[in-house]
């Protein structure tokens, strides 16, 4: 009862807003931030009482939902980013937006996102798969009439699309060879041949989605979205949901004996090669997307090295750091009208509740003891020790450069002020999430 609310009560209350159109802006966000609030309060209770949801389908193909320890993690870390979410929203959107569009799509995004989380077999995955990438489409291109956003949107949506192939080949791969109605922890017991194709294209599936080497250039242009979209996309859904899938799938990784490998090293090449990116960025916000390709691909290199509980770590500290700092951003676009490093110079003296919580993130990114995401790659770094020395070294280089970029954005902002006019005071609505993200990194 409790998961087959949580899953159905913002897809319900999304679908409302959607048919309902300008009519509901007036609505929109009291109702997208009560249903965020109720999902907090049920993403607790299913991690508490783990249940299953089966849901019929076809005659000899079942699908289910659960939560088990992975899935606790991944409902309460993508209910409460949300929750956050959609407080900030409500001050971020001007009075003349399409408020009912836009919240009716991010309440979509997060039921598909928490049926990606609970999704225990290929196609119920599959088509949370869908949903999830359809939506994020309309959110990226919200602001459909500028052309350029809607270009950057378009090449969100076809490189993960395409990437997306490879659960097609999954799902074909595990039906051919027979595993039992499309489980994925009957994966790792399917032939050889079989099971090297359907984790191979989970694998690029993940990959795409989580903007991990070759597909990381799509995610700069996710950007043209509003802010609160970046905040949830970068952190808790859609980019982190593939390595979340990888840490799912592990068995099946290490039974192929060279998946696990392949996904250890694309993800700290990732994480190395894109916070080297992260660094030289003028722009804050290119530079917390670079940032996240570079985060998660300890998660992909902790599913590579059997790391669950570090990955799961820094899947959930990731989340609450990465949100922190792409609010952050967002509260300073509202009251100095910019994005570049440059003239943020002495952002946080002028702001100094955001300037102080975006530095409690910047500081958790960076990898500072005894912050979460330190403890997070502690253990992964740990267990890539164990696999390989030079993966060790590489995952120690990247976890350093996480560092400098970090240092690179809290110079910036607390530096001398650069003369600038400003906008107005940072509403409440925007205010109040930026605690409760700094004590959760």
């Known amino acids: 009862m409790v998961l087959g609310i949580l899953l159905a009560l ?33 993403g607790v209770a299913a991690a508490v009482t783990a249940p299953t949801l089966p849901v019929a389908a076809l005659p000899s193909i079942g699908v289910a939902f659960a939560v088990d320890g992975l899935a606790a993690v991944g ?6 980013v949300f929750a956050a979410v959609a407080v900030f929203s409500v001050g971020d959107l001007g009075p003349n937006q399409a408020r009912a569009r836009y919240h009716g799509f991010l309440l979509l995004f997060a039921s598909a996102m928490l049926a990606t989380v609970t999704a225990v077999d290929l196609l119920g995955l599959l088509v949370a798969w869908e949903v999830m990438g359809a939506v994020s489409y309309a959110l990226i291109a ?12 378009a090449v969100a949506f076809l490189t993960t699309r395409t990437a997306d192939l490879g659960m097609y080949l999954a799902a074909g791969a595990a039906l051919a060879g027979g595993a039992a109605a499309l489980e994925l922890a009957a994966l790792p017991g399917l ?5 090297d194709a359907a984790v191979a294209g989970l694998l690029v599936a993940a990959l795409g989605k989580s903007a991990q080497l070759p597909f990381s250039f ?19 859904t859609m980019v982190a949901a593939g390595g979340y899938l990888l840490l799912r799938v592990h068995p099946a990784l290490a039974a192929t004996g060279w998946a696990a490998s392949a996904s250890a090293w694309i993800g700290v090449l990732t994480a190395l090669l894109m916070g080297a990116v992260a660094y030289v960025q003028r722009d804050l916000k290119q530079l917390l997307a670079a940032s996240t390709c570079s985060q998660l691909g300890f998660v992909v290199l902790a599913a590579g090295v059997g790391a669950l509980g570090g990955g799961a770590l820094q899947f959930a500290a990731h989340a609450a750091a990465k949100s922190l700092l792409f609010l952050s951003a967002g509260a300073w676009l509202t009251t100095l009208g910019t994005q570049d ?6 952002a946080a003296r002028r702001r100094p509740l955001v300037g102080a919580v975006f530095s409690v993130g910047a500081l958790a ?14 253990e992964v770094l740990a267990a890539a020790l164990a696999a390989s020395g030079a993966l060790y070294a590489a995952g120690l280089a990247a976890s350093a450069v996480s560092a400098a970029y970090a240092a690179r954005a809290l110079v910036a902002v607390w530096s001398a002020p650069a003369p600038r006019s400003e906008a107005g005071r940072v509403p409440a609505s925007e205010r109040i999430p930026l605690p409760v993200l700094a004590a959760a990194g």
């Open 10 to 42: 913002p897809a319900l209350a999304g679908a409302a807003l959607l048919v309902s159109g300008r009519r509901a802006d007036t609505v929109a966000a009291p109702l997208a931030v009560a249903v965020a609030v109720l999902l907090v309060g049920l």
């Open 142 to 153: 919200y602001w459909w009439r500028d052309p350029a956003r809607g270009r950057s949107a």
């Open 75 to 80: 409902v309460t870390t993508v209910t409460a």
């Open 365 to 378: 990114v960076g990898g500072l003891p005894p912050l979460a995401v330190w403890v997070a790659k502690d």
């Open 218 to 236: 799509w995610l700069s242009r996710a950007m043209a979205g509003p802010t609160p979209v970046s905040a949830l996309l970068h952190s808790a």
């Open 191 to 195: 032939g050889g041949a079989w099971r």
């Open 341 to 346: 490093l440059r003239e943020l110079r002495g």
